[in-house]
């Protein structure tokens, strides 16, 4: 038999045995009623009808509800398989719209193959980009809207505020480049993925594919006002970043600041949700470890700047007991209030591990030639 069947069938029973009881309640009510006095009894004989009733009733109650919930689960099963439709189909159609994008810029790019040359990653074979649009559609789907990523991104245009030839590394789809050129800060990006690039390039963005370390290994000394990565450290192996970082700090002019964002994965809800989402991560970052890294190629003032906290509702909830009860003297009151007092410190540890910040960033300075 089915679930709602199974339901419908207990509902039914509860009803006529609540029929029965009423029904027997009625004859008890009618029987006391016609006597002038009642005897024990009398009163024991209608109270054990009442009681019959009470359960009856109850139990009738929940049958009812039950049939209820499973009739519209049932109802609800088919919008519930609908709506995973349209998930799905959402995120066909923007990788599909990533793709006409591309194929969009590949048809308006002049064919650099018959001048020689290999036309870069995004604006030519598109069996090449597939990978690197799916990415692009990834981002788009669990990193944020431009308005949302640049919102969260306006406090570093602070802190290049009046530099100049800023390099974005990881530049992405451009939200900060976007905001660093709106603020009046010159900036470039490159990224290696060729697709991102294209997309930044499109907002009229300087924006370049290729890989970063080369990038700036190629740089003469001191000639960078500013260094940025966003969400791009955790991608990167270890020795890698180490030689980044030491780039980094021979390209930049003195007193110049760099600001490396990413997941915090001291955050245990940030790292068992947006780090192990990704599946190029390679190596998740405590914030101590990328302060090490930074102070340790000379940068000074390296300080960690926290972002996207955790919402009060997704934190665990303490326990407010009234003055009353925290004063009183009765051993009940103050067993709760031991009780309440542990629960409340395990909740801010628990908090403290897991919900905390998602992101981070540390961010530095270059020595100042007085120095």
């Known amino acids: 038999m089915s679930e709602p069947g199974r339901w419908v069938r207990e509902r039914r029973e509860a ?22 006095a009642w005897s024990r009894d009398d009163a024991a004989r209608l109270a054990t009808a009442l009681i019959v009733y009470l359960q009856q009733i109850t139990a009738f109650v929940e049958s009812k509800d039950r049939e209820l919930a499973s009739s519209l689960d049932a109802r609800l099963a088919p919008v519930d398989r609908a709506l995973e439709s349209v998930a799905e ?30 036309a870069p990653l995004g604006t030519g074979d598109m069996g090449l980009a597939t990978t690197e649009i799916a990415y692009v559609g990834f981002e788009d789907e669990f990193r944020g809207s431009d308005e949302d990523i640049s919102t969260r991104l306006a406090p570093y245009v602070e802190v290049f505020r009046g530099a100049t030839d800023v390099l974005d590394i990881g530049c992405g789809r451009g939200e900060l480049l976007g905001a660093l050129k709106a603020a009046g800060v010159s900036a470039k990006g490159v990224d290696a993925n060729g697709e991102m690039a294209a997309i930044a390039r499109g907002r009229g963005l300087d924006a370049v594919q290729g890989d970063a370390l080369a990038y700036l290994v190629s740089r003469p000394d001191a000639t960078l006002g500013g260094i940025v990565a966003t969400q791009v450290v955790e991608h990167l192996e270890p020795e890698y970043l180490m030689r980044l970082i030491a780039a980094a700090a021979a390209k930049l002019r003195p007193g110049a600041p760099i600001v490396l964002e990413t997941i915090n994965a001291a955050c245990w809800l940030a790292f068992f949700s947006s780090y192990i989402r990704d599946l190029t991560h390679v190596r998740p970052l405590h914030p101590e470890t990328l302060q090490y890294l ?19 509702h997704m934190k665990m909830a303490t326990i407010d007991l009234s003055a009353d009860v925290l004063s009183s003297t009765d051993p009940a009151a103050a067993a709760l209030s031991r009780v309440a007092h542990t629960l409340n410190a395990n909740a801010v540890i628990l908090n403290n591990l897991m919900f905390t910040h998602l992101d981070y960033a540390a961010v530095g300075w270059k020595p100042s030639m007085s120095q």
């Open 15 to 36: 009803d006529a045995r609540y029929n029965d009881a009423l029904t027997a309640l009625d004859r008890a009510l009618a029987a006391a009623s016609s006597q002038d």
């Open 89 to 118: 189909i959402r995120t066909q159609v923007a990788t599909l719209r990533r793709i006409t994008d591309a194929l969009t810029r590949q048809s308006q790019v002049p064919s650099l193959k018959s001048q020689g040359h290999d």
């Open 294 to 312: 930074l102070r340790a190629s000379s940068f000074e003032r390296v300080e960690i700047r926290y972002s996207a906290p955790v919402p009060a």
